[in-house]
């Protein structure tokens, strides 16, 4: 069964530093999402991607957060400067339509020190 | 704005005893209702979901939710659980004109014992 895979799983980081996180949505869904959620916290919508351009997204994702599609495959997320509040599970989603089941990757927990 | 409330933030079950997690939804426009589990070390999986229609929605592995607009509930049932069933489980709700973003509640772990 096709799944949605990100790497790495566990990610550690200094504050300042860029950081990407990857993932690889299933190969014919067209719609691309990053969730996250902060330790004991709820799972948060970050943003979501469609013809390679961001739909929507929530009040965190400000001008230090990215994301990109760069080949066929892959949908990263970038954190330019990385503050303390930003360790947390990084969760990639796919799905084939707006409107269809969002199928999530395993997640990234970014930890930064 | 609209939230997603999950009233029990753990529930121990024993084995093949019923079990049922509250969510409770507030929004000022139609929503679609969903409920994920999460099994240790693994991402979200979706167990059902509410986009309109009867308001008893079947899920895989036994899960069954209903939908009750009065009381903007969406209840999640299982008659008898496995040791399998151990999770955390999350209700989200997305707005019907906003369908991608999905809102979850804070999750409830479900700890099935023999």
């Known amino acids: 069964e096709p799944e949605v895979t990100q790497t790495p799983s566990h990610q550690v980081t200094q504050m300042g530093q860029e950081v990407i996180l990857r993932c690889v949505p299933i190969?014919?869904?067209?719609?691309f999402y990053w969730y996250r959620q902060i330790l004991g916290q709820k799972v948060e919508f970050l943003v979501s991607f469609y013809n390679n351009e961001i739909s929507e997204k929530s009040e965190i994702f400000d001008d230090q957060f990215s994301v990109e599609r760069p080949d066929g495959s892959n949908f990263t997320l970038k954190i330019r400067s990385t503050k303390l509040e930003d360790s947390a599970m990084y969760f990639c989603a796919s799905s084939w339509g707006l409107k269809d089941e969002q199928y999530f990757g395993p997640g990234t927990r970014l930890t930064v020190t | 704005a609209q939230s997603v409330t999950q009233l029990d933030s753990q529930v121990p079950v024993f084995e093949e005893a019923p079990v049922e997690l509250r969510c409770n939804y507030s929004?000022?426009?139609?929503?679609?209702l969903f409920w994920y589990v999460q099994y240790p070390n693994q991402g979200l999986q979706l167990l059902l979901k509410?986009?309109?229609?009867?308001?008893l929605v079947k899920g895989i592995n036994g899960f069954e939710a209903e939908f009750n607009k009065s009381q903007t509930s969406f209840h999640l049932r299982k008659p008898s659980v496995h040791i399998s069933d151990t999770a955390e489980y999350f209700c989200?709700?997305?707005?019907?004109?906003?369908?991608?973003?999905?809102?979850f509640g804070a999750g409830t772990q479900v700890v099935v014992t023999p």
């Open positions: 989200a709700v997305s707005l019907t004109d906003s369908w991608g973003k999905l809102q």
């Open positions: 929004s000022s426009v139609s929503v679609y």
């Open positions: 509410y986009l309109s229609g009867s308001t």
């Open positions: 190969s014919n869904h067209l719609y």
